[in-house]
T-cell receptor, first 113, second 115 residues
Framework: KAGVTQTPRYLIKTRGQQVTLSCSPI?????VSWYQQTPGQGLQFLFE???????NKGNFPGRFSGRQFSNSRSEMNVSTLELGDSALYLC????????????FGPGTRLTVT | AQSVAQPEDQVNVAEGNPLTVKCTYS??????LFWYVQYPNRGLQFLLK??????LVKGSYGFEAEFNKSQTSFHLKKPSALVSDSALYFC?????????????FGAGTRLFVKA
């Protein structure tokens, strides 16, 4: 079974621009979560989608948004990029919510200049 | 609010010795607890989880963890460390009583196993 894939793997953007990151979960997985990983803040939860609905949201500004499609693929969007948005963005999928472990993709490394 | 703490930034152990990576949590109800490992230049991998039942859970690569409700801890252990165990370890918690399943991760503990 193919793992979680994320595209692109690397991105360089300038302040003020917007970016869209994509995540394809493991086949059959219906829950997709997004995390921001930085050396200073560690792994911070962004949001979780299940059956095309956002079920949970972390403490991030409204510039961070996401969606999930009917095939469970997910995208996250960051508008008006700031230097502090530079991070590794990780996507994780699981069969369902609650008791199920998550399977992580390799991440998208975003650099904002 | 749910939270998880990994009190040690780094743990050093000699190969062949037992290792422990500590984790404590705070949730309002009975938690779901997880351990993940991140090897250099690789994504996070699931190691093991505690949902309910036996307090000692076994996972991948010979790792195990003990759930202690009174001490609100979920320490990761391995009887004999390998150099290849050197990685970044994350403890994570979910509170099923919050109406959602937001996963909160600890700050991570870097494990160095010396040959």
């Amino acid at each position: 079974k193919a793992g979680v894939t994320q595209t692109p793997r690397y991105l360089i953007k300038t302040r003020g621009q917007q970016v869209t990151l994509s995540c394809s979960p493991i086949s059959g997985h219906r829950s997709v979560s997004w995390y921001q990983q930085t050396p200073g803040q560690g792994l911070q939860f962004l949001f979780e989608y299940f059956s095309e609905t956002q079920r949970n949201k972390g403490n991030f500004p409204g510039r961070f948004s996401g969606r999930q499609f009917s095939n469970s693929r997910s995208e996250m969007n960051v508008s008006t990029l700031e230097l502090g948005d530079s991070a590794l963005y990780l996507c994780a999928s699981s069969i369902g919510q609650g008791v199920y472990e998550q399977y992580f993709g390799p991440g998208t490394r975003l650099t904002v200049t | 609010a749910q939270s998880v703490a990994q009190p040690e930034d780094q743990v050093n152990v000699a190969e062949g010795n037992p290792l422990t990576v500590k984790c404590t949590y705070s949730v309002s109800g009975n938690p779901y607890l997880f351990w993940y490992v991140q090897y250099p230049n690789r994504g996070l991998q699931f190691l093991l989880k505690y949902i309910t039942g036996d307090n000692l859970v076994k996972g991948s690569y010979g790792f195990e963890a003990e759930f202690n409700k009174s001490q609100t801890s979920f320490h990761l252990k391995k009887p004999s460390a390998l150099v290849s165990d050197s990685a970044l370890y994350f403890c994570a918690v979910r509170d099923p009583n919050t109406g959602g399943f937001k996963t909160i991760f600890g700050a991570g503990t870097r494990l160095f196993v010396k040959a």
